[in-house]
């Protein structure tokens, strides 16, 4: 079983930015499916990006042209830098990864096997 612990949450102003790490431990995330899930204050959970083994990424509308999730096979890190912070992106900050058995990668929840503990991100207006 690996660990994934993430780091980089704070509290900002509206319009800053942000860059989340996640290091995995336990194996190698160079075949994995790996992604950031997020929830707010009342808000279910929700998908915020995913990037496949081959590099290709995807994100939520809501997030998109604004976050970049990027991995680093060799240090065996997730990262996902959040520019343009709006409020509503108020919310703990789950890494989360898929086993490699598991084809494809996009943001169901229910494909993920692993979940970080979260780092929470506070923006206020």
């Known amino acids: 079983q690996g660990q994934l612990v993430e780091s980089g949450g704070d509290s900002v102003q509206s319009g800053g930015s942000l860059r989340l790490s996640c290091v995995v431990s336990g194996y190698t995330i160079s075949n994995r499916c790996m992604g950031w899930f997020r929830q707010g204050p009342g808000k279910e959970r929700e998908g915020v990006a995913s990037v496949h083994r081959d590099g290709s990424s995807s994100y939520a509308d809501s997030v998109k042209g604004r976050f970049t999730v990027s991995r680093d096979n060799a240090k065996n890190t997730l990262y996902l830098q959040m520019n343009s912070l709006k409020p509503e992106d108020t919310a703990m900050y789950y890494c989360?990864?898929?086993?490699?058995?598991?084809?494809?990668?996009?943001?169901?929840?229910?494909?993920?096997?692993?979940w970080g503990q979260g780092t929470q991100v506070t923006v206020s207006s």
């Open positions: 989360v990864d898929s086993a490699p058995w598991r084809a494809g990668c996009n943001l169901a929840a229910s494909r993920y096997d692993t």
